[in-house]
């Protein structure tokens, strides 16, 4: 019953997290984490850009005064990275390591006030309930990373494991990508 319960709300979350039409900046294995992009991300005291559609007039004058807005410019609302882990562990790699330290980094720069939620995501192999357990495991030990090694305040950062649940949008479930850890501002 209360597993029923869990995944019910689990869902539940999920469906509201879709309705928002999140936004993922999704940082490659040995790409460099900017920790100004990651506050930027992650602050939900800063405005969030809208797309809007905005008519134009055709006269060459109106054409050059009224430029578009760019869409690239919309601000993603989370940031995932490949945190990687030894297999069937929550023993975070060195390698992950750097990623980590400049999204803690970022972290530092957002108001104290500010809360962190720490996704665990998992690709869709194996049961559901052994990904569920494994991606809550794993984004436990990212948040005790952050707290042990850069001393981030632990009640500022929520973990919790999505397993499979949310696979990266247009993406195969079972796709490498899915296997991440994902944060945004709460």
């Not at 996704?119 to 436990?140: F, I, W």
């Amino acid at each position: 019953m209360a597993r029923r319960f869990h995944l019910a709300s689990l869902l539940l979350a999920l469906a509201a997290g879709s309705a928002l039409a999140q936004d993922v900046r999704l940082y490659g294995a040995g790409e460099s984490v900017d920790p100004r992009e990651v506050a930027g991300i992650l602050d939900q005291s800063r405005p969030m850009k809208m797309r809007s559609i905005r008519l134009l007039d055709d006269t060459p004058s109106a054409q050059t005064a009224q430029q578009p807005q760019d869409a690239s410019r919309i601000r993603s609302s989370a940031l995932a990275l490949p945190v990687q882990f030894a297999f069937d562990s929550a023993e975070i790699q060195p390698s992950a390591r750097p990623q980590l330290d400049a999204l803690a980094e970022g972290i530092r720069m957002l108001p104290t006030i500010q809360s962190i939620v720490i996704e665990g995501h998992t690709d869709a192999v194996g049961s559901e309930a052994y990904n569920e357990q494994l991606s809550q495991r794993r984004a436990q030990a990212v948040k005790r990373y952050l707290v042990a090694s850069h001393g981030i305040d632990a009640a500022r950062l929520r973990a919790v494991g999505l397993g499979e649940f949310a696979p990266l949008q247009g993406r195969d479930p079972n796709a490498s990508e899915n296997r991440r850890v994902q944060f945004r501002g709460e």
